[in-house]
């Protein structure tokens, strides 16, 4: 009982170590269109919709294994069914770029590993300006206005109405100086 248990177990190990051997795919060549790009500016807050024609020009399936983005903020959309391309064949990668915690100039990298000849990788690079809503950009008289407390003294005290600009004079301004 024991022996034939003992045969039953060592069998079984030998299956599975040579039953779960991986059938290595020989790498094949891809080419994406524009895989460097360069955006206009957009506002930040919104999304900007990427999309890639990824066509494989080998002779055997590529077979995409992972796609990593450089950013959070970049969202893949892509089915299962997508990260295969049969040879001679195309598809198009998409994904959503998120510009709501991004201020300036943004450069960020999508790298897609695979059986791509010659390393097992490749790389789509964009970049943009984001640009925060014009709501927030204050002009250089009411960041001075904000930062001078002598005029936010003054402010009560001077002169004209709505139609007219306010205004104050240098003996005002010396009379509330402390």
Known sequence: ???????????????CCFGSCKRRVSYTTIAIDDSLRHYTPILRGKDLHLRYKVHNTGKVPLLIEDILPSCGCIIDDNDEKDL???PGKFTYLQFTFNANKNTGYVEH????YGNIAPKGMAVMIFDTNVVPEPDYIHDYEEIY???NPIDKALKNYSTGTRDTPQYHSSEDKNKYED
């Open 1 to 15: 009982m024991r022996r034939s248990f003992f045969l039953l177990t060592v069998l079984l190990c030998l299956a």
């Open 84 to 86: 295969v391309i049969p």
């Open 109 to 112: 990298y999508i790298r897609l």
């Open 145 to 147: 206005q904000n930062q």
